[in-house]
């Protein structure tokens, strides 16, 4: 829930809730647009979380506290 954003970039669903899970893939099943919104926010995602993304950001933090 940190990263994924319900309906926004992804959808959630309750743990151990196998109703609510094929309810949301049935969804994605057959609403074409949902599934093309949550597929580029998804790539927006995994950008911002990419390890190189991430580890950057160490270096950056890391040369500010050393500087």
């Known amino acids: 829930s ?3 954003s319900d309906r926004e970039n992804g959808i959630l669903v ?3 809730n196998p109703e609510a ?5 049935y969804e994605l099943a057959v609403d074409q647009t949902l ?3 949550l597929g580029s926010a ?3 995602v995994r950008e ?3 390890v190189e ?8 933090v890391l040369r500010g506290t050393v500087a």
């Open 53 to 60: 993304t991430i580890a950057a950001r160490y270096l950056e």
């Open 14 to 16: 309750p743990p151990e």
């Open 48 to 50: 911002r979380f990419a």
């Open 21 to 25: 899970l094929a309810a949301a893939i």
């Open 35 to 37: 599934r093309s919104q």
């Open 2 to 4: 940190e990263i994924v």
């Open 42 to 44: 998804g790539i927006t």
